[in-house]
């Protein structure tokens, strides 16, 4: 199961969720990239106002209306898998209109093979210097089975000899959860290096939890901000992105 949480007050782009892309809400982007997913069996949008809800389901999806005092997209998800019960849940941010649905589905194989696996996220590699050292762009470090050693918006590895370092990953904001971490996760008060760095997926490093991070098949863009929406507006428009615009699922 996905759920996709939603918040209406960004701080940088108020009512994120609703930003028209190609004549599509955002968030209604998402729901139909994620229902794409052939190991998926629901997709709900979790939001915190009533009109992401609305146009959720004026969309044909399902959304469930959450608390506006979660501090977090996950404390978000774990309101909606109280209420439905799964094995699996993957949370898929709200600011990811192009996420590929074959992403979503290796990140739910990844769950099923691997049973001592409790948590994962996707990542893609870094291309250019310029993201590598924008923190808006979440940079992840792994260690040699795959596993995650740390999150930063810092530019890491640092090349002490420059350079864009090989190994430079990109974080892309989609997890997946086993139903029971998930809530003793979403308990926990957020740790010391996740208020620094404000990255809640420190919080299960700092509590010693090993995070799994698939490689992403393709590098989805965040809207993070004004230009990355106009960017998602562009790409939409070059050629109708997989068909998003009136299309049907």
């Known amino acids: 199961m996905a759920i996709i949480p939603a918040r209406y007050g960004s701080v940088r782009l108020p ?28 997709v709900i949008v979790a939001a915190d106002d009533r009109r992401i809800i609305d146009a959720v389901r004026a969309a044909g999806g399902e959304a469930m209306m959450t608390s506006p005092a979660h501090p977090s997209g996950t404390d978000r ?40 696996l409790e948590m994962a996220t996707l990542a893609t590699p870094i291309l250019s210097a310029a993201q590598w050292r924008d923190p808006n762009a979440v940079k992840v470090v792994c260690d040699a089975d795959g596993r995650a050693l740390y999150f930063s918006r810092s530019p890491i590895p640092f090349a002490r000899d420059g350079g864009l370092p090989e190994s430079a990953l990109r974080h892309i904001g989609v997890y997946a959860y086993r139903r029971d971490f ?4 979403a308990a926990l008060n957020p740790s010391a290096l996740e208020q620094v760095e404000k990255l809640e997926q420190l919080r299960a490093l700092e509590h010693g939890w090993r995070i799994g991070v698939i490689t992403s098949a393709a590098p989805s863009l965040e809207v993070d901000c004004e230009a990355d929406l106009e960017r998602a507006r ?16």
């Open 15 to 42: 009512g994120k969720p609703l930003a028209d892309i190609g004549g599509l809400p955002m968030v209604v982007r998402v729901w139909r990239r994620a229902r794409r997913a052939r190991l998926l069996k629901r």
């Open 182 to 185: 998930l809530f003793r996760f």
């Open 234 to 249: 562009e790409l939409a428009a070059q050629d109708n992105i997989c068909g998003e615009q009136g299309g049907s699922d």
């Open 77 to 116: 998800v774990a309101e909606v898998a109280a209420r439905v019960e799964a094995p699996v849940y993957l949370n898929v941010q709200g600011d990811l209109p192009f996420v590929e649905p074959a992403d979503l589905d290796a990140l739910a194989q990844a769950m099923s093979a691997d049973a001592q």
